[in-house]
């Protein structure tokens, strides 16, 4: 698996020094989200894997990337996905115990979000409402209105896994076990990486103060 992993890691130098070469032309915004990406992807294998410093060096040159195609082309869809690299890092410096710049990060990205989302319709109003709801439980702790912005999130797309994640998370916190427990479940049963990815995310959870009762019985239901 070592062996594997260094493959992998390996193809990405490779891609991303390739693709630095060709970011180099400030004005080649294709060249620019090409490389933007890798270092997304990168900073996900390493957030999934718990190496939260790590992961936030390539999240944070993302979204610097991508926040400069955004002010090039100013379109509503690079709005969104500026907004999200930010979200995405805000979320790994939470898991990191940077609560601040979480908070701040969060802040940023959720006010970029919202204006694209207007325009760009459920899909993003969904993920908008996703994204709200984890700010109002990890950073504002108001377990109400993490609950409200979860089902919102969850009524515009059902199917969102974000979204369901997310709910789940803010009726863990309220006290709403049985609803918890199925959103949870059904969304770790969809793959072992999401299963992974929730037991760190109690674990960042519980690192900042949260607690419920709850949370080892839930352990135990995941696969």
């Known amino acids: 698996q070592r062996q594997q992993e260094n493959s992998i890691w390996n193809y990405y130098r490779q891609a991303i020094a390739i693709s630095q070469e060709l970011a180099e032309d400030a004005e080649n915004t294709d060249a620019l989200s090409t490389l933007a990406d890798l270092y997304n992807n990168c900073g996900v294998c390493l957030n999934t894997q718990g190496k939260y410093q790590d992961a936030d060096q390539y999240f944070s040159a993302a979204a610097e990337l991508y926040g400069k195609i955004y002010e090039k082309t100013g379109t509503d869809a690079e709005a969104a996905v500026y907004a999200s690299a930010l979200l995405n890092t805000g979320e790994n410096a939470f898991k990191a115990g940077d ?15 919202a204006g694209a989302a207007e325009q760009l319709g459920d899909t993003y109003t969904s993920q908008f409402y996703a994204w709200q709801s984890y700010d109002l439980l990890i950073h504002a702790r108001d377990y109400a209105a993490a609950v409200d912005s979860g089902v919102k999130a969850v009524q515009l797309q059902p199917g969102n896994v974000l979204a369901n994640i997310n709910l789940g998370y803010a009726c863990l916190y309220s006290g709403y076990y049985d609803d918890c427990d199925q959103l949870l479940t059904w969304a770790a049963g969809l793959g072992e990486g999401i299963a992974d990815a929730i037991r760190l995310d109690l674990e960042a959870q519980e690192a900042a103060g949260l607690s419920s009762e709850h949370t080892e019985a839930l352990l135990s239901l995941l696969p």
């Open 99 to 113: 609560y601040d710049r979480s908070r701040s990060l969060f802040r940023q990205g959720l006010d970029i979000l």
